[in-house]
């Protein structure tokens, strides 16, 4: 089945410990995007990636680093900077069309907390 | 810049009563917009989606949304609510440029017995 995998669902972050969020996929997408989720206020865009070896900068991208060195893969580091990391991660990936309709399909999404 | 709007952070309806989701948007290019579902410590699913053509947009699970333009709306609806639909839903529209989703707050729906 094709999909979008995240790991672990659960993950706990000590002060002033970086932690690194696992996103595969298998839907042979080029783009894929990170988001952070707090209550009442919806998604936030982190980073995203359009191709292997580029991406770029969301709407809330400090304390927050990426990699994208195979397209199945874009691990998202949460850094020591970042003061307030507690919050559910989405990652997401789509296809790069020539429109802005592509669809973005969505992970089962990791918790963060902190110790 | 794109922006969402969702009227009513929480909405409470019976089951079998209407369900009517709003979302206005505002959007400096044609917009594309999205409804998406999360359940309880999920990630989204793709309700339904208007790109162009047909401005009533049949979704899964018996949901529909109809684009307004005219009221930059894509409010949602659903004739009868099932104890099934009970989760948050959130509108996107698409951002101008690269791909990127500018989602609203989220409507979290109750189903009562």
């Known amino acids: 089945d094709g999909g979008i995998t995240q790991s672990p669902k659960y993950l706990f972050r000590k002060e002033g410990q970086n932690v690194t969020l696992s996103c595969e996929q298998n839907?042979?997408?080029?783009?894929m995007y990170w988001y952070r989720q707090d209550p009442g206020q919806g998604l936030r865009l982190i980073y995203y990636?359009?191709?292997?070896?580029?991406?770029q900068k969301g709407d809330i991208a400090e304390g927050y680093s990426v990699s994208r060195e195979k397209k199945e893969s874009f691990p998202l580091t949460v850094t020591s900077a970042q003061k307030n990391p507690t919050a559910f991660y989405l990652c997401?990936?789509?296809?790069?069309?020539?429109?802005?309709?592509?669809?973005?399909?969505f992970g089962p999404g990791t918790r963060l907390l902190v110790l | 810049a794109q922006s969402v709007t969702q009227l009513g952070s929480h909405v409470s309806v019976s089951e079998g009563a209407l369900v009517l989701l709003r979302c206005n948007y505002s959007?400096?290019?044609?917009?594309?917009l999205f409804w998406y579902v999360q359940y309880p410590n999920q990630g989204l699913q793709l309700l339904l989606k208007?790109?162009?053509?047909?401005?009533l947009v049949k979704g899964i699970n018996g949901f529909e949304a109809e684009f307004k333009k005219s009221e930059t709306s894509f409010h949602l609806t659903k004739p009868s609510a099932h104890m099934s639909d009970a989760a948050e839903y959130f509108c996107?529209?698409?951002?101008?440029?690269?791909?990127?989703?500018?989602f609203g707050q989220g409507t979290r729906l109750t189903i009562n017995p």
């Open positions: 839907l042979n997408h080029d783009a």
């Open positions: 997401a990936s789509s296809i790069v069309g020539s429109s802005r309709r592509e669809t973005q399909y």
């Open positions: 959007s400096s290019v044609p917009p594309y």
């Open positions: 208007y790109t162009t053509g047909a401005t």
């Open positions: 990636s359009q191709i292997v070896n580029d991406f």
């Open positions: 996107a529209v698409s951002s101008q440029g690269a791909q990127k989703l500018v």
